[in-house]
């Protein structure tokens, strides 16, 4: 039995072999917002001199293999940990605590989660980290520090967690050339010129940030591919990535051209049927593999917005996924997306999808998952929950979330969009599977991503919120939104109480602000034609009628709204029948649905005891108002925050103030152009003519 002395003796050896290889923490980066949530500010008061006291230090016991993973996952800790005791390094004391790493086989999904929790080590008290992996550990790891950096002594800390789900991966819709689709962050993080060659030490922190989160799958490309994409030179740059990302536990897919055999393999046709055409997916998916063992997988956006497709063939999506399921067979996935709509269909938009997938079900590969979009339409700041989510059983579905604000205010000040994912994961379908997260459960949760080149990754600072609270719920959709933006506050900006509950007061209202002064009371799609930047309800001309927003407001003298019930498109078929009678009549609706399933006259009476139109302005006026409060209560927090980003956030928040008045004065005008009914009492007049509004052109609104 080794004696007392013996027993510290020997942890001291052990610390010494573990700060041995314990990487010195860099110095605190400045308040340019680069270092997201991961800033590891200093902790004050008593939870600094408690850290302090614990004085940690991390151990991996001898006889752990060494994995590039587990390297990280040491080196993470001993960074974090010193970083918020203010110093650079950990420094051992005879008193230290020791954190032990007590990691199963290195390679690993991490999908088993970890646990944290008190343990005794070479006989004194240690916090031990256990995980039957590598990739579980480095979750923990970050797990660990996010808890330390809300102020949880360390001695407190026990976790247990583990996934919600398999896949938690990122859409981006970055093109080879830099230009991101529907991107307000500058230009695409991924220089795919320079790859293979130079690695931008950027796709490190990318990594890191997405671990520390527990994102781990990555789509490189726009859902609008370019088929070179798939050629070799283009591997050897994906090769690169995957080997950079494999450690932090992210596995790279790639987004794929359905003509890409025609394209760049000289093929006549692309016909998933064709042996030709399969032999040419299976050789490239052999090619794929050579280089990146462990490929994602493709993901196939088919006959939808102009993109080829197996119905340019006469073939079905289950045919065309099932074509490329083989070519991958069991080592990878194919995600095959559900947000197609046709022109030519004079069917209500928001049914094309159900009507096209669910006669497919039960016919997709095991490995293809068909990925849907949150709602029924497209992005809007509120839609209904997809009426897919429930109706296809047979099938492995995806949820598909856009974490870029394209009809949110794209760069402009504030919507956290926490409350959305949340408000669409809690939605119950009404067909035995229970809620919206319970159907994806099994399957995953994919997010457009919205980084982009600027210093601060998402153009504005609080739409790094958006991109964490994605990962925070794909890993655990019970989460409240509240919480993850709490967390997020105080680990981005400021762990002062009063500060971070403001913060976290602004961010929980936020989007409510958006829908109420771009689409009340269940309105959606108003926005300008091409970039989709401010309003434009007016526009009735252009020549595909889906893309109209007369489409889907119809206003005219008498009302306003899509009628969507049995009397008119009936999409109100499409949900499951208690849904649907919940929804069915206007009277009791949720109000935040009405003239998405209701048309009804100016002056209907609501239950709010307002007409329809009085409704309508107070909702519009509600939203700027609201967005008003926020600006007002960040400016309170001068003083309270870093001056640079303080100052970069109140400038967002002028440009919300300003397009929060133009979204609200622009619709009202047109409205009463159709109605012709006074504004109500006390509501403010609108600042300019219709003619002007309409008048505003900006064709260079970015992220086309
Ligand atoms: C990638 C919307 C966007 C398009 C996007 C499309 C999609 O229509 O405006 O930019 O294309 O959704 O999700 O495929």
């Known amino acids: 039995m080794m004696s007392g002395r013996g027993v510290v003796n020997r942890l001291a050896m052990v610390i010494a072999a573990a700060l041995g290889c314990a990487v010195a923490a860099a110095p605190l980066r400045a308040e340019d917002g680069y270092a997201l949530w991961l800033r590891h500010a200093p902790l004050e008061g008593e939870a600094l001199a408690d850290l302090r006291a614990a004085a940690p230090v991390v151990v991996a016991p001898p006889g752990e293999d060494d994995s590039p993973t587990l390297k990280i996952t040491r080196a993470e800790l001993a960074q974090g940990l010193a970083a918020m005791q203010g110093e650079t390094k950990l420094r051992a004391t005879p008193d230290s605590l020791p954190i032990v790493l007590r990691c199963g086989r290195a390679r690993g999904d991490g999908q088993s989660g970890f646990a944290i929790a008190p343990q005794a080590f070479a006989g004194r008290r240690a916090l031990a980290i256990s995980a039957p992996d590598h990739l579980g550990c480095l979750y923990a790891s970050f797990a660990l520090l996010r808890e330390v950096a809300l102020g949880r002594p360390l001695h407190a800390i026990r976790l247990g967690e583990a996934p919600a789900m398999p896949l938690r991966m990122l859409n981006h819709w970055d093109n080879p050339d830099g230009h991101v689709e529907r991107g307000y962050a500058g230009r695409s993080i991924f220089d795919w ?65 359905f003509s890409a055999p025609i394209e760049i ?256 009371l269940g309105l959606a799609h108003l926005m300008g034609t091409g970039h989709h930047y401010g309003p434009a309800p007016w526009v009735c001309d252009l020549p595909r009628p889906e893309w109209n927003p007369c489409y889907y407001h119809r206003a005219d003298k008498d009302g306003i709204g899509f009628d969507r019930t049995a009397r008119g498109s009936n999409a109100l078929g499409q949900y499951a029948p208690a849904i649907a009678a919940q929804w069915a009549d206007p009277a009791s609706i949720d109000l935040r ?25 107070a909702r519009y006026d509600a939203g700027v108002a609201g967005v008003d409060a926020m600006a007002a209560q960040w400016g309170r927090l001068a003083g309270a925050l870093d001056a640079a980003r303080h100052a970069a956030v109140s400038a967002d928040l002028a440009i919300q103030r300003r397009e929060a008045r133009w979204w609200r004065d622009a619709s009202l005008a047109y409205w009463q152009s159709l109605n012709g009914l006074p504004l109500p009492e006390g509501a403010a007049p609108v600042a300019e003519s219709l003619e002007a509004y309409q008048a505003r052109n900006f064709p260079e609104a970015p992220g086309q």
């Open 193 to 257: 010129w320079r790859l293979p060659e130079r690695l931008d030490p950027r796709m490190i922190d990318y990594a890191r940030a997405n671990a520390s989160i527990g994102i781990n799958a990555v789509v490189v490309n726009n859902v609008n591919a370019r088929a070179f994409m798939l050629e070799p030179r283009y591997i050897a740059k994906l090769k690169r990535l995957a080997d950079a990302w494999r450690p932090y536990g992210i596995r790279v897919f790639l987004a794929a051209r």
């Open 265 to 520: 393999g000289g093929l006549a046709r692309a016909d998933p049927l064709d042996p030709a055409v399969r032999a040419w997916w299976q050789a490239k998916a052999d090619e794929i593999y050579a280089a990146i063992p462990d490929f994602g997988g493709f993901l196939v956006k088919a006959n939808s917005e102009g993109q080829p497709g197996p119905q340019d063939y006469g073939r079905s999506h289950a045919e065309g996924a099932n074509m490329l399921a083989a070519a991958l067979g069991n080592r990878g996935t194919v995600i095959w997306r559900a947000f197609v709509y046709k022109a030519e269909d004079a069917t209500d938009r928001t049914m094309q999808a159900f009507a096209e997938f669910v006669p497919l079900d039960g016919q997709f590969a095991k490995n293809v998952i068909v990925q849907v979009k949150n709602g029924p339409l497209d992005f809007q700041p509120r839609e209904p929950f997809h009426p897919l989510f429930g109706a296809m059983p047979n099938t492995r579905l995806m949820l598909e979330v856009q974490i870029t604000r394209e009809y949110l205010g794209q760069a402009s000040g504030i919507a956290y969009l926490g409350p959305l994912w949340q408000e669409v994961l809690g939605a119950d379908t009404g067909r035995g599977g229970g809620v919206v997260a319970e159907v994806i459960a099994p399957v995953g949760m994919a997010g457009v991503a919205n980084t982009g080149s600027d210093r601060n990754w998402t153009g504005t600072d609080f739409d790094q919120a958006n991109w964490y609270a994605f990962g925070r719920l794909a890993w655990q959709p019970a989460l409240s939104s509240e919480q993850i933006a709490r967390e997020w506050a105080a680990q981005t900006f400021t762990r002062d109480p009063q500060a971070l509950g403001t913060i976290t007061e602004m961010m929980r209202a936020s989007r409510e602000h958006v829908v109420n002064y771009t689409g009340p």
């Open 593 to 617: 649905y009405l003239l998405w399933f209701h048309r009804l006259a100016w002056d209907a009476a609501l239950p709010t005891g307002r007409s329809l139109w009085a409704e309508l302005v």
